[in-house]
């Protein structure tokens, strides 16, 4: 079988390809479907992609970030090597696989699967670190040396695929969140995140319904968490946990449940259409209104309309 080779200043154009955003005609395309959402905000910057895979050889560049891939579906027989640090398995939903920064690699794969690949920015584990108070950078040599299994690490894939499929990849709130959660447990799984962590103080009244009243003004538009942050005057990290700490829930979690509750006046106090009434609460599609909508309230959008 041929291997493929995908040099560095083209990966980024193969994925935009593959979305119909490139009319570059010479990108060597490898990994089959592929959905990609770039991440760029508080907690770091990177990449976020799903692909369908259909098997095969191919050569993986170097890249300056590390690499994180998730398996969500399928599997096979697998093989890479990075650095020398040979891998071998028989791939499974959940498998992780982690990738140095600035190592070229060869990976082969038996058999199709689809899986969640996601590149993080070295500087976001050292500023997770200062941030809650945990000491120097963690350290990831056992990682790279073997493919691992994690369950909450798994859940995120999931759910990251699920919000591909429904368009909420484009809510940058959500990316910045799963960006911050992703690299809080694999720093937990090297065992450099530990409890002995800095007690989130709550926001204060007045600092939360500053949020709250721009997150109502923001509905339909988007708001990332370094806005919320910045209209309270406090650093994302410490503002996230704040925010936890007063309602018990994250700001894309509470945003969303605003986004359902407004719907739900809609539905029951207007005629309009439900993908009108999807737009204006800031859904990304009538799927996703309608994905969350049944998640928060056990009922579709259609059947409380009914309800009326």
Not at 1 to 28: C, F, H, I, W, Y
Not at 169 to 186: G, I, K
Request: proline share 5%.
């Amino acid at each position: 079988m041929a291997k493929t080779t995908v040099a560095p200043d083209t990966a980024a154009r193969n994925v935009m390809s593959l979305q119909g955003q490139s009319e570059d005609p010479d990108t060597d395309l490898f990994f089959g479907h592929v959905t990609q959402n770039k991440l760029d905000g508080p907690f770091g910057a990177g990449v976020l992609v799903q692909h369908d895979c259909p098997g095969g050889e191919f050569e993986a560049p170097a890249f300056d970030d590390f690499h994180v891939n998730i398996l969500i579906e399928g599997g096979g027989k697998t093989y890479d090597s990075f650095g020398g640090v040979v891998r071998e398995s028989y791939a499974r939903p959940g498998q992780i696989g982690m990738s140095r920064p600035y190592l070229p690699g060869d990976i082969a794969v038996e058999g199709k699967f689809s899986s969640i690949h996601v590149s993080l920015p070295k500087g976001i584990f050292q500023r997770t670190s200062d941030a809650i108070g945990n000491g120097g950078p963690p350290e990831f040599d056992a990682l790279f040396e073997i493919y691992f299994h994690d369950s909450s690490i798994f859940w995120m894939a999931q759910e990251l695929s699920r919000a591909a499929f429904v368009g909420a990849w484009r809510d940058e709130l959500f990316m910045d969140e799963a960006l911050w959660a992703l690299s809080c447990q694999l720093m937990r799984r090297a065992g450099t995140l530990t409890d002995t962590q800095r007690k989130s103080q709550p926001l204060d009244p007045v600092s939360f319904k500053k949020v709250h009243d721009l997150l109502m003004e923001r509905l339909e538009s988007q708001v990332t968490v370094q806005d919320l942050a910045d209209a309270v005057n406090m650093d994302a990290f410490a503002f996230s946990r704040g925010f936890k700490a007063r309602t018990g829930r994250s700001p894309y979690q509470y945003l969303i449940q605003l986004r359902v509750d407004q719907s739900l006046h809609l539905l029951l106090s207007t005629d309009t259409s439900l993908i009108e009434i999807a737009y204006a609460c800031g859904f990304s599609s009538q799927a996703h209104f309608t994905t969350v909508f049944r998640k928060i309230t056990g009922v579709t959008p259609g059947a409380a309309r009914a309800r009326r």
